[in-house]
C-alpha cells in the first residue's frame, strides 16, 4: 500500500475516459452504483422483463421526457435494468481486464471538502471550525494508515482532527466501506457513527483478519450532527443493504454556499425503498436545494475520475459536480421514474406518487376541528371517559358474541429495559432477591408514555390552549404535586370489553410494513373495509397496523413511523370510535409543512374524547385473524387502578 501511495495516476484521463466509454458500452446491463449486481439478482429484471414490459417502457419515456436535451446521458444511464455500474463492475461485465486500483491525487472538490482514496474507492473529509467529519473508511486498517491517512497528510489536513467518521453502510463478511473505522477509532480517538440496522448484521460476520469498529452512535433518519460550524443531515436511503445512510452536506464554493448529497448507494430494489428514496428526495434534498450528487465508488454514477481530474487541473472553472437546484431537482425526479421502471418490470407495483406528495391539514383548519368536530359536553359536565361512554351493556353482549373459539391473542410488545434509537426511556427491572424459600423482583416505567411498553393513554395526557379533555383547567387539575384531579387512568378500572376491528393497511398494501413516513387516508380506511368486509362503528375500538414491530424485526431500531394523516379526523368523529390501538402516534418524517408528529394523537384525546392505546404490537394478531379471515374480535383492556396517573401499562387481549 505503501508504494501504490507513491504511484500518482499519470494517465487518469485516459483512465477517466475509457471508463466512461465502458459504461456507455454496458447501459444495456449494468449494476448500480456501489454494487457489483447485473440481471438475474434480487430486486433486478432480466433484460427480457426490461424491454419487454409496457410500464417500465411508459416509465422510461416518462424520465426522458423530464430529462430534456442536458439531462439526457443521465437518463440515460440510469434506466437500464439494472442502473448505473460502478467502474469495476462495468469493465468485468465488458469482459476487460481489471483497472489497476491505484492512488488518485487528493482533490480539494469544494472549499470545506476533500476527495481522497482510490480509483475503486474513497473517502470524503469534511473540514469544520472543530475538525474533520470522514465518511466511510475504505478496506482495511492498511487502507486507513496508507490512503486515508497518507492522502489527509498530502493535502494539509490533520488525521488527528478527525472527530465522527460516519459509514454508509456495511456488508456481512466483507470490508469495504467499514474496514479502516477500527484503526482511526483507535488511532485518533474518532467517533464511529453507523446506523444500527446495518451494523447488527455485519459486526458478527466480521472477518478475522480486518476486525470492524464497533459504532459509538447509531445513526437514524432524520439525525443531525453538528461539529463546529457544519451541520451535516443523514437520511436512511435502503436497497443496496438494509440500513444505508446518506449524507446531506453544507458546502463552499469559492466562498459561496451550496448543499451536496452524498448517496452510499443508489439501489431501490423493493416499493419501500423507492418510497424511501422519494421521501428523502422531497422531504429532505429539495428543500435543502441540494445541487449534486456524490458516491463513494469512482464512476459509479457519473465520471469522477474526469471531474476530478478537471477540478485539479482547472480549480476555477465551471465546477462539473454542480447542477444547480432546478436541474438536479429534475436528475432526483429521473431516479425515482427509473427505479419505478425496474419495479414495473419485475411486476410490483410502484404507486403513481407517495404519501408525502399529498396536501396537508393546514393549522388553520385543525384549528378550526377543535370547536367544530369538539365533542366537550357531550356527556355532561364532569365527565372523564369520553367515548368509552359508547361501550354500552349491550355493546359489551355484542362483543362477547364474537369469542366463538376461545383463542386468544396478546397486542403487548414485550417490555424494553434496554435503550435503543427508538427507545430512548427504557422501563427498569430488576430482581431485588432470590433465595431457596422464593424470589421479587422490581419493575419500573421511568416513561410510561414512551416506547417501553404498550400503554394505555388517560385524558389528562394531552392539552390544548391549557385545557384538556372536557374543558377542564389543567393548571388547577393537573399538577405534579398531585397528579390528575380529573380524566385519570382510575376511571377505566372497570376494564375495557369491546369488539375490537382491525385495519390491516400493511396487508391492504401487500407489504409486511409500511415505510417510515406513510400517511394513511380515509381511503385507505374505507379500501380496507371494503378488502375485509368490517367497519369500525359506534364503540368499536379501531385497531391499526401498518407493521411497526415487523419492520424493527427484520430492520432493528428506527424512529420513522407510518400512521394516521391529520385529515383523518373528521372521519373518526363521524364514526364515533371509542378507542384506538395503534403501534406508533404518528408518522415520521413529515413533509414540509406539516403539522406536529403527534397531532392525530393529541386532538383524539383533548377534542374528541377517544382514549388511545399505543404501542401495541399487532403482528400476532395480524396473522390470527388473516388465518381465520376474520378482522372483528372481542377485544379486552384492564389498566392498572393508578389514581392520579395520566397512563398505565396493558396487555390488551383479542379473542376469537
Known sequence: MARRMRELVTAICATAALALTVLTAHLPAQGRGGRGGGAGEVGVPTEQQWSGNAETQRRVAAAMKVAGSDLAPQAKMFCT????????????????????????????????????????????????????????TMNSA???????????????????????????????GQSDHTGGALYLQK????????????SKIVLPAQRPDRPLAVPDIDAVHGQKL????????????????PGTMGTIVPVKLRGASHTVIVLAA???????????????????????????????HANGVQDDLMFLEAIRTSPGGRHPYLYGPERFSRWMDIMIECGRARLAALGIDAPAQSSSARPVVSEAQFEAWQTELSNW???????????????????????????????????????????????????????????PTGATDRVAFPCIHGAASTHIDSLAHTFFRGRMWNGYDTSALVTTAAGAQKNSVLPMKGGIVTRGVLYDIARLKGVPYLAPGDRIFVEDLEAWEKQAG?????????????????????????????????????????????LIVWETAGYSPQPPGDLPRNAVHNFVQAILGIHVLDRADLEALSQAAASRKRWEFLLTVNPLALPNATGSPVNPIAMF
Not at 89 to 111: H, I, S, Y
Not at 146 to 172: C, E, R, S, W
Request: charged letters at 20%; a neutral charge; proline letters at 7%.
Open 377 to 435: 359536553g357531550r356527556w355532561g359536565s364532569d365527565d372523564e371517559l369520553g367515548t368509552l361512554n359508547l361501550i354500552t351493556p349491550a355493546k359489551r353482549r355484542a362483543a362477547l358474541a364474537l369469542a366463538k373459539e376461545g383463542v386468544t391473542v396478546s397486542l403487548s410488545a414485550n417490555l424494553f429495559t434496554e435503550k435503543a434509537s427508538d427507545v430512548p426511556c427504557p422501563a427498569e427491572w430488576a430482581m431485588t432477591s432470590a433465595t
Open 534 to 578: 368490517v367497519k369500525a362503528g359506534p364503540g368499536d375500538a379501531l385497531v391499526l397496523r401498518w407493521g411497526r414491530y415487523g419492520r424493527r424485526a427484520k430492520l432493528g431500531p428506527d424512529d420513522g413511523a407510518a400512521g394516521l394523516d391529520n385529515s383523518v379526523l373528521p372521519w373518526l368523529k363521524q364514526r364515533d370510535i371509542a
Open 81 to 136: 435494468a439494472t442502473g448505473p455500474l460502478r467502474m469495476a463492475v462495468a469493465r468485468q461485465r465488458a469482459g476487460l481486464p481489471p483497472m489497476p486500483n491505484v492512488v488518485v491525487e487528493p482533490t480539494r472538490v469544494f472549499d470545506n471538502m476533500w476527495w481522497i482514496g482510490m480509483t475503486s474507492q474513497n473517502v470524503w473529509a469534511i473540514t469544520t471550525s472543530e475538525g474533520i467529519i470522514l465518511l466511510d
Open 266 to 296: 443508489t439501489q431501490m430494489p423493493t416499493r419501500e425503498s423507492l418510497l424511501q428514496f422519494e421521501r428523502v428526495f422531497k422531504e429532505f434534498a429539495k428543500p435543502m436545494k441540494v445541487e449534486a450528487s456524490l458516491n463513494m
Open 187 to 198: 488511532t485518533y480517538g474518532a467517533r464511529v457513527v453507523m446506523s444500527p440496522i446495518d
Open 226 to 241: 453538528t461539529l463546529g460550524d457544519t451541520t451535516i443531515t443523514l437520511v436512511h436511503t435502503p436497497g443496496h443493504t
Open 142 to 172: 492498511d487502507e486507513a494508515r496508507d490512503v486515508i491517512v497518507a492522502g489527509m497528510k498530502k493535502a494539509g489536513l490533520d488525521p488527528a482532527q478527525i472527530k465522527y467518521i460516519v459509514i454508509g453502510h456495511g456488508h456481512p
